[in-house]
């Protein structure tokens, strides 16, 4: 026998005898889990006596097992909520918890130990308790209310009912508390604010010469789709054959150390990886701060009458969903829609009165201060009135040893603290400490959901999002009275000096937040004579708004593709906005396809190879369109592709290249191909002709590997595939259970320009209808179940691919017709 043979063999006897063990266990407790395995007849009933109840809840399913929860008073109808959603979600909500509070070594090992270190450094568990402790009595009662029906549906488990992830991993969940249902946003925070990086990719490249920074990290383009203000004739010049704001932050005159840059670099790509592996197994990673689509129409501009209001929401695709659909209903509130597991409320949606949809504002919430520590006494920092001692949280992360026990390690870290927050980077002998809204317990509500979902109008519906903490949100608004809104709700600091776009000496003031914009300030619009409004992450503010928002703004190609769709019809329907929703083309890749075709059409001579030839008429045919279908937009991407790697290793050195990444650059490469300027041509080149027929080569060569010889294969969708990762689907065995097979996608986030359906990264779609609300429009990825043998597992997963999200019944002549189980909830005596 060879060695380590038996060892394998005892692993491999391990997995199987877990997977049996894990899919053979049916969940008791709760009758939706029992009818997720043995399909009920139509309108069955059944009950379940819980401890925790103060009087009896009512909660139905529909056909894709839709909980609408309804109860006599707020304690028992958060109770249940809770309750419910543990049924549907529990190993999500746990991992979510896990990941926030920097515990999930526990149950994966080293495999997290590095993101463990992440949310540790942070600090996530200590502000979420914080917040919990200063919270108001309500908002305490509606946290603690939901943490009583998750621990009661966690008693009701023991070890054979638990979800088949607890099974396999072999540990139990805690019992749930208010704060969990804290920390879990502040993952959101992460996802939608992270800037940090930014900073000091600037600082890396500030040495570069003033123009190629600027073209480099761009703000407007003539694309943009501003929300509020205008923008007046700033004083520009010309630089590099494009007009460039004085704005920009310039660079100094000193010489550019592209060694030490592209060391930093290296040094932030690893920790976006740390980010980006960690959010994305929660269902939560956005790149570059862009995440959604939203808009609002008033009622003039519709065939009804009325207005209508979309939204979806962009975020990592994952298995389940990070979204759950949920009705809740009490005397006092009656409200639909998705939040997250482990989140009480409904997070965008609509009551009886008014709808809402948020996409990510993206201001910069996030500072760095290089800090002066005492080379004689390194636990003290200078400040402005002298030295003073850092704090250090001597945090204790448990690491598994080894996924054949449940045995573990400690692994200690200590994280230095001073007064702008934690240590977070080190390089080249300087600490940077990160100073972010989300780790101020002062500047962060325990929840502001419930009294949005109870909002009635414009004025409550303000009143509501004010006290609005989280990750700065594009609220857009639509009521029954034929009102519509939209608001930049949130915490933004305005600084003693400069904006926070490179990191400040800690050991002055020159960059402390002296206050932050107030709610009247913010950017709002209330039935604009447009009667349209639209957020994309794009730029929203022109230069007349008067406080700083941010430097980096998502490319601007979904918003304008939004606003030219939306302004071809004089009255829009429900499926107009779903044809939006579905669409996917790419402003982006028409600029290049057609500039790149008439350039190289000028270079043909007799002697040029077919392959260019035919690449030159399929170009000059195509759509724009990238559907899973075409066979021109694989082509089109990567000679994009090639033709921006080749452009940014001319500009900054191969080496920085490789982790150079700024959202909006998109727009530079635009306006180089379409200007043709000498100054960003490579030098090994004459011509941009010359350029594009080598980056033609290069994208054949892509496609070739990838895809293989067989040109009828290079299709986008055979490129692009959709991907719904469940975190233990790579597991030997155990993971088939939870494997969602890929297929092809339609449309791209970043690949081309980014396309208004971004394929998977779509976690949901929403178009709701003040006029009527059962007409409502509403639909996530997968489905409510977290459990793989449940029939509402992944049975809304044809409707997404199709764009076709279903009517959200609302009404209770709606819910009832589309009642197919119910089950009565009755307090236990």
């Known amino acids: 026998m060879k060695p380590g043979f038996a060892a394998r063999l005892t692993i491999l006897l391990t997995i199987i005898s877990l997977l049996l063990s894990a899919t053979a266990s049916l969940p008791p407790a709760y009758a939706q889990q029992t009818s997720q395995q043995t399909p009920q007849p139509p ?7 819980i401890s925790g109840l103060r009087e009896r809840v009512t909660v139905r399913r529909d056909e894709r097992g839709i909980p609408y929860i309804e109860a006599k008073n707020d304690e028992d109808l958060y109770f249940a909520q809770g309750y419910v959603t543990a049924s549907d979600r529990l190993w999500q909500m746990d ?10 070594a526990e149950v994966l090992g080293n495999l997290a130990l590095d993101e463990d270190k992440r949310h540790r450094r942070f600090g996530f568990a200590q502000v979420a308790e914080s917040e919990v402790a200063q919270s108001a009595p309500r908002d305490r009662k509606m946290l603690e209310a939901y943490a009583s029906g998750v621990n009661a549906y966690i008693a009701s488990l023991d070890a054979k009912s638990l979800p088949p992830e607890f099974q396999i991993l072999q540990y139990k969940p805690k019992v749930w508390t208010a704060a969990d249902s804290l920390v879990i946003p502040k993952l959101f925070f992460e996802t939608l604010s992270t800037s940090w990086r930014l900073d000091v990719m600037r600082e890396a490249l500030a040495d570069l010469p003033p123009e190629k920074l600027a073209g480099l990290l761009p703000v407007r383009s003539p694309l943009d789709v501003l929300v509020v203000g205008s923008d007046r004739k700033p004083s520009r010049k010309k630089v590099a054959g494009r007009e460039t704001l004085e704005a920009l932050p310039h660079g100094r005159a000193s010489a550019w150390d592209s060694a030490a840059a592209a060391a930093t670099m290296k040094a932030l790509a690893d920790d976006e990886a740390i980010e980006s592996r960690s959010l994305a197994r929660v269902g939560l990673y956005a790149e570059a701060l862009a995440a959604s689509n939203n808009w609002v129409v008033s009622g003039k501009r519709t ?14 695709p994952s298995a ?27 997070v965008i949606g609509h009551n009886e009165r008014i709808a809402w949809g948020f996409t990510n504002v993206g201001p910069d919430v996030q500072d760095l201060y290089v800090e002066k520590f005492d080379p004689n006494n390194p636990g003290r920092y200078q400040t402005p009135t002298g030295w003073r001692d850092a704090d250090v949280r001597r945090e204790q992360i448990k690491v598994r040893k080894d996924f054949l026990r449940t045995a573990t390690d400690t692994v200690e870290l200590d994280v230095t603290v001073t007064r702008h927050g934690p240590i977070i980077y080190e390089n080249a002998g300087k600490r940077y400490a990160l100073r972010w809204t989300a780790l101020d317990p002062k500047l962060n509500k325990g929840t502001g959901l419930d009294a949005l979902n109870r909002a009635g109008n414009w004025k409550e519906f303000t009143s509501a999002i004010s006290q609005y903490t989280g990750a700065t949100q594009n609220m857009v608004y639509a009521d029954v009275d034929g009102h519509i809104g939209y608001y930049a709700a949130g915490v933004i600091p305005i600084r003693a000096s400069g904006d926070g776009s490179l990191p400040y000496d800690g050991s002055t003031d020159a960059g402390e937040w002296s206050r932050f914009i107030p709610f009247k ?12 409004i639209i957020t994309a992450n794009q730029r929203i503010v022109g230069d007349s708004y008067p406080h700083f928002l941010t430097h980096s703004w998502a490319q601007p190609y979904r918003a304008r593709r939004i606003s030219d769709l939306l302004n071809k019809k004089p009255k829009l329907t ?15 890749g028409m600029i290049f396809n057609r500039k790149a075709a008439n350039i190289l059409r000028r270079q043909l001579t007799p002697a040029t190879e077919d392959n260019l030839r035919k690449a030159i008429v399929a170009m000059d045919g195509w759509d724009g369109r990238l559907n899973a279908e075409s066979t021109v937009a694989p082509l089109i991407t990567q000679m994009r592709i090639a033709f921006r790697t080749r452009i940014i290793n001319a500009a900054v050195g191969t080496e920085l290249a490789k982790s150079f990444g700024w959202s909006n650059f998109d ?9 043709q300027s000498a100054d960003w041509l490579p030098k090994e080149f004459k011509s941009y002709g010359e350029l594009l027929r080598v980056c033609h080569e290069d994208a054949r060569k892509a496609l070739i590997k990838s895809l293989g010889e067989d040109e009828s294969k290079w299709t986008w969708g055979n490129m692009v595939k959709s991907r719904f990762p469940h975190p233990l689907s790579s597991a030997p065995l155990v993971g088939m259970q939870f494997t969602i097979p890929p297929f ?43 459990l793989p043998s449940s029939p509402h597992w992944k049975d809304q997963l044809d409707d997404w691919r199709a764009v076709t999200p279903r009517a959200f019944p609302f009404s209770e002549a709606a819910i009832a017709k589309a009642t197919r189980e119910v089950v009565i909830m009755e307090p236990r005596n």
């Open 574 to 588: 429900a499926e107009d906005f779903r044809a939006v929703l579905g669409d996917v083309h790419s402003i982006a």
């Open 667 to 675: 727009t530079t490469l635009d306006r180089i191909l379409s200007e």
């Open 303 to 316: 065939r009804s009458g009325k207005p209508l209001l979309a939204n979806d929401p962009h975020l990592a």
């Open 320 to 346: 389940p969903p990070i979204w759950y659909m949920v009705h809740l209903s009490a005397p006092g509130i009656r409200v639909a829609g998705v939040t997250a597991g482990g989140i009480p409320g409904v």
């Open 95 to 104: 991992l979510g918890r896990r990941s926030a509070r920097g515990e999930l």
């Open 744 to 786: 092809p996608q339609n449309g791209t986030p970043f690949m081309l320009g980014a396309t208004v359906n971004v394929g998977a990264s779509v976690s949901m779609r929403l178009i709701a209808d003040p006029g009527d609300w059962d007409k409502t429009q509403h639909g996530i990825t997968l489905g409510e179940s977290g």
């Open 43 to 49: 309108n069955s009933t059944s009950s379940v006596q």
């Open 521 to 532: 300030e913010l950017p709002h619009l209330y039935d604009p004579p447009s009667g349209i």
